[in-house]
C-alpha cells in the first residue's frame, strides 16, 4: 500500500514557475514508477510526465522542454518543476505509483494522490 500527498500548488502569472512535490510513504517506493497527470475543469485527466524507478523520463508533448519530473528515493519524494507556465496549465494536478514499468495512462497507475491546485493567471 501507497499513500502519496501532493503539495506545491498555487496561484502563478503566466510565464511562471512552481514546484509540485510528492510525498510517498512505504519502503519500496525505489521500485515504484511514478507518474504525475492533470485534470482541468471538465476534462478528463491526462497524462504530464513520468519517471521509471530508475529515473528514466517521459513527457506529453504539451510540456516537454517546460517541465521536469525527478524523484529523490531516499526521500521517497517525486517532483514536478513547471517552468515557463501557461494558461493552459491549469489544473489539478495528481501524483500516482504503480509498482511496475513506467505507464503513461491513468488505468495503469494504482494508487493516486488527493491533488494539488494549479492556476495559471494572464
Known amino acids: 500500500q501507497v499513500q502519496l500527498v501532493e503539495s506545491g500548488g498555487g496561484l502563478v502569472q503566466a510565464g511562471g514557475s512552481l514546484r509540485l512535490s510528492c510525498a510517498a510513504s512505504g519502503r519500496t517506493f525505489n521500485r515504484y514508477a511514478m507518474g504525475w497527470f492533470r485534470q482541468a475543469p471538465g476534462k478528463e485527466r491526462e497524462f504530464v510526465a513520468a519517471?521509471?524507478?530508475?529515473?528514466?523520463?517521459y513527457y506529453a508533448d504539451s510540456v516537454k522542454g517546460r517541465f521536469t519530473i525527478s524523484r529523490d528515493n531516499a526521500k521517497t519524494t517525486v517532483y514536478l518543476q513547471m517552468n515557463s507556465l501557461k494558461r493552459e496549465d491549469t489544473a489539478v494536478y495528481h501524483c500516482?505509483?504503480?509498482?511496475?514499468?513506467?505507464?503513461?495512462?491513468?488505468?495503469?497507475?494504482?494508487?493516486w494522490g488527493q491533488g494539488t491546485q494549479v492556476t495559471v493567471s494572464s
Open positions: 500516482a505509483a504503480r509498482n511496475s514499468l513506467v505507464a503513461t495512462t491513468t488505468s495503469d497507475y494504482n494508487y
Open positions: 519517471i521509471s524507478w530508475s529515473g528514466t523520463t
